[in-house]
């Protein structure tokens, strides 16, 4: 199986992805490796899209040659996100991507986590405070989040709103989505 989560930060994506790989090794009984795609900090501007690119290709390249579980917190659908944010160029790019991948597209699960009420955020209790800039960035990234997913190529795909929704409500849904096809909505 294959899952990617995305969405914005503080969303649960890392509790989920966790909560997940116990479960497909328990399920199917082969390994289940995690790998977390995040953004280049130190790479040149002028080699990010370059580098990206190649880094999306083995990513895929990867995933495809294993017989195994993978999990991925972050992928490409990020790169629609954060590219056009925060580094000035349309990410959609990846789109082609999945194009030159569709025989792998077909299956990959796609899960998007967001959280409509961003000032719910403000109010958590982790020592993490966050400001009125960080939460309209997070609101960004949310409504991005929901545009680069509904543009994605991969059929099987879920938004899942985990406001007002504790872990263990989050994950049921995910186990509906992944192992229920018939009442799957996206």
């Not at 899209?49 to 659908?77: A, G, P």
């Not at 263990?168 to 096809?181: C, H, P, S």
């Amino acid at each position: 199986m294959i899952v990617i989560f995305e969405g914005p930060d503080r969303v649960g994506k890392s509790t989920q992805v966790e909560l997940l790989k116990t479960q497909l090794t328990k399920i199917n009984h082969l390994s289940t490796h995690v790998l977390h795609y995040s953004y280049f900090k130190n790479l040149d501007k002028k080699y990010q899209k370059t580098f990206s690119i190649q880094l999306y290709r083995d990513m895929f390249n990867l995933i495809d040659y294993n017989h195994c579980n993978f999990i991925l917190d972050r992928s490409h659908i990020g790169e629609m996100v954060y590219a056009p944010l925060y580094r000035h160029y349309s990410g959609d790019y990846v789109l082609d991507l999945e194009l030159e991948y569709k025989y792998l597209i077909r299956k990959v699960n796609l899960i998007t986590l967001i959280n409509s009420d961003i000032n719910i955020l403000k109010d958590k209790n982790d020592n993490n405070s966050l400001s009125n800039n960080d939460l309209i960035k997070i609101k960004d990234e949310t409504q991005s989040f929901i545009n680069a997913t509904n543009k994605s190529n991969i059929y099987n795909k879920i938004i899942i709103d985990v406001n007002n929704l504790d872990v263990d409500a989050v994950y049921y849904k995910i186990l509906e989505f992944l192992f229920n096809r018939e009442t799957m909505k996206c």
